[in-house]
C-alpha cells in the first residue's frame, strides 16, 4: 500500500476523535439533527445527524447527537453551503444579502482588484461570510493607464495600448498579486478592447506558472470564445468563462458546445450561469461603444438602476457622460433554462449591490434556482442544482486555493460551512425594481461552524468568515 497524503491522514485522524468523543459520551459546540442531508460530493441523500466541533464537522451519525447548541432540522435540507464564484458585491451590505440567500463563500474573480494585499486587509477581522479575490487584469490595467472608472475602465484603461514598459509593470502587479494571496486571475476582455492577444496571452503564462485559473468575461463571439481557449490550451491555464448565458446570448447552445468540444480533448475548463434574463453592467464601459448607432427601440430594453427609468437616446447618452449602473433585457427565459439545463454550468451571481440598488441576482440567485427551476419547474433535480452551487465551484479552485478542499462538503473533516432550508418554501424575492428583498425559504447558514442566520433571522455581529488566499 502506498503512503496515504497528508489530507487523507488528517481526516482519518479527525474521525478517529470524533469516535472516541462519541464513545465517551461527549457533547459537541453544535448538532444538527434530524436534517435531510444532501452532498453532492459523496451522493449522500438520507436523513442523517451532524456533529459540529471546533468550526469542522466531527460526526455524521444515524443517530441523534447531543450538543450545547442543538438544532432540529426535520422536514429541511443540510446542504453544503453555497459558494458563489462570482460575486462583485464585495461589500457589508452584499455580503448580508448574500448570506440571506444561503452563500458562505463569496468570491470577486472576473474583474477583481489591482491591490491584493490592501483588499484582504480592508476585510480583515472577520466578515459574515468567506471571501476571497482575484488579481485582475482590467484593475490593473485601470492603474497602469490612470483611468478614471471606479469600477470598470471609462477610458484608456480599456482603449489605451500597452507598450513594452506597461507589459512589464503589469507582468510585476500581477505576479505580487498572487505572492499575496489571489486565488485566481481576472480577464474581461470585453472591456479591454485595446488588450491585444499577445498582451493576453502573456498575461495568461503567469497564471499558468502557479497553475492559477483565469476567470474571463469573453468577447468577439463563438470565434472570440474559441481564441480564448485555444489560447489558454496553448498556455496550459486552467479557464473558467463567466456568465455562459450572458456572453452566449442567443447562441448559447453553439457556446456551451465549444466548451464541451474543449473539455473532450482533455483540456481544463468551466462554466458558471445566473438565473436571469437582463444583463447589468456600467453604462460607460466598452460593451456599449457602438451605442449612437443603435435604433430607437433598443435604448428601452435599459434600465437606469439608480431611478428605475426605462431610457431612450438623450438619456443614454447623458447617462454615459456620468457612468453607473444599467440593467438590459437581452434574453429570453428559454436561454435561461437552456444554459441551466446544460451539466456544464455551474451557478454563480455575478452580484453587485451599492446603496440598496443594483439587479436581484445578488439577493435571490440561488434561491431562485431552487425555487424556481428545481421545485416548480423541474427543469434539473435538487442534487444536480446543489452539485453546480457547492462541490463543483469547490473543485474549480482547489487545486491553486488549499483552503477550498474543505469547502462544499458534508463530511467528517470538512469546514462547518452549511446551508439548511425548507425545500417547499425557497423561493427569490428580490426584484429589479427592489433588488434587496431577501429570499425565503432559509432557514439557518453556518459559516466555519456559527450560526449566522438563525431562524430566518441575520445575526450581523455574529463574523465567522476568513480571508480565503491560495496560500
Known amino acids: 500500500m502506498g503512503k496515504l497524503s497528508k489530507a487523507v491522514l488528517g481526516i482519518l485522524f479527525t474521525l478517529s476523535l470524533s469516535l472516541l468523543s462519541v464513545a465517551r459520551g461527549q457533547t459537541f459546540d453544535l448538532v444538527i439533527n434530524n436534517g435531510w442531508i444532501m452532498d453532492p460530493e459523496s451522493g449522500l441523500d438520507a436523513v442523517r445527524h451532524l456533529g ?10 444515524d443517530s441523534a447527537l447531543e450538543g450545547q447548541r442543538e438544532i432540529d432540522a426535520s422536514d429541511l435540507v443540510v446542504s453544503p453551503g453555497f459558494i458563489d464564484i462570482h460575486a462583485h458585491g464585495q461589500t457589508e451590505e452584499a455580503y448580508r444579502l448574500m448570506v440571506q440567500d444561503g452563500v458562505t463563500s463569496g468570491f470577486e474573480l472576473e474583474i477583481g482588484t489591482a491591490h491584493v494585499g490592501e483588499w484582504y486587509a480592508e476585510r480583515a477581522g472577520g466578515q459574515v461570510l468567506n471571501y476571497g479575490i482575484s488579481i485582475g487584469h482590467i484593475p490593473i490595467r485601470m492603474v497602469l493607464f490612470d483611468d478614471p472608472g471606479s469600477f470598470l475602465p471609462m477610458a484608456a484603461g480599456g482603449s489605451g495600448i500597452a507598450g513594452p514598459e506597461i507589459m512589464d509593470r503589469m507582468a510585476e502587479m500581477m505576479r ?12 474581461g476582455l470585453a472591456y479591454t478592447p485595446a488588450a491585444t492577444e499577445t498582451e493576453f496571452e502573456a498575461m495568461l ?37 463567466v456568465h455562459a ?37 456600467d453604462i460607460a464601459s466598452a460593451l456599449f461603444d457602438n451605442w449612437e448607432d443603435w435604433e430607437d427601440d ?34 429570453t427565459e428559454e436561454q435561461t433554462r437552456t444554459a441551466l439545463r446544460n451539466p456544464l454550468t455551474m451557478v454563480a451571481s455575478d452580484g453587485r449591490i451599492l446603496n440598496g440598488r443594483g439587479h436581484p441576482r445578488s439577493s435571490g440567485t440561488y434561491a431562485k434556482v431552487l425555487g424556481q427551476y428545481v421545485r ?13 452551487m457547492t462541490i463543483e465551484p469547490a473543485r474549480r479552485l482547489e487545486k491553486f486555493v488549499p483552503a477550498m478542499r474543505n469547502k462544499g462538503r458534508i463530511r467528517v473533516g470538512a469546514d462547518a460551512d452549511i446551508t439548511i432550508f425548507d425545500p417547499e418554501t425557497i423561493r427569490d424575492r428580490a426584484t429589479y425594481a427592489d433588488p434587496i428583498l431577501p429570499s425565503q425559504g432559509i432557514e439557518y447558514v453556518l459559516v466555519n461552524g456559527a450560526v449566522v442566520l438563525d431562524e430566518k433571522n441575520l445575526n450581523p455581529e455574529i463574523r465567522a468568515g476568513v480571508a480565503i488566499r491560495s496560500n
Open 52 to 61: 459540529v466541533h471546533a468550526g469542522r464537522i466531527v460526526v455524521v451519525s
Open 176 to 187: 505580487q498579486g498572487i505572492a499575496e494571496g489571489a486565488v485566481a486571475v481576472g480577464f
Open 205 to 241: 503564462n503567469i497564471a499558468s506558472e502557479v497553475n492559477a485559473t483565469a476567470h474571463i468575461h469573453t468577447r468577439g463571439g463563438l470565434s472570440g470564445l474559441q481564441q480564448i481557449i485555444d489560447s489558454a490550451r496553448e498556455a496550459g491555464t486552467p479557464l473558467h468563462i
Open 245 to 281: 448565458n450572458s456572453s452566449g446570448g442567443s447562441s448559447i447552445n453553439e457556446f456551451l458546445g465549444i466548451m464541451q468540444s474543449a473539455r473532450d480533448t482533455g483540456q481544463d475548463v468551466t462554466t458558471e450561469m445566473y438565473p436571469y434574463g437582463a444583463s447589468y453592467s
Open 298 to 331: 433598443r435604448f428601452q430594453r435599459n434600465m437606469w438602476v439608480q431611478t428605475g427609468e426605462v431610457l431612450n437616446r438623450e438619456s443614454f447618452g447623458r447617462y454615459r457622460q456620468i457612468g453607473g449602473g444599467v440593467i438590459t433585457f437581452s434574453r
Open 376 to 388: 416548480e419547474e423541474q427543469v434539473i433535480s435538487l442534487m444536480d442544482a446543489l452539485r453546480r
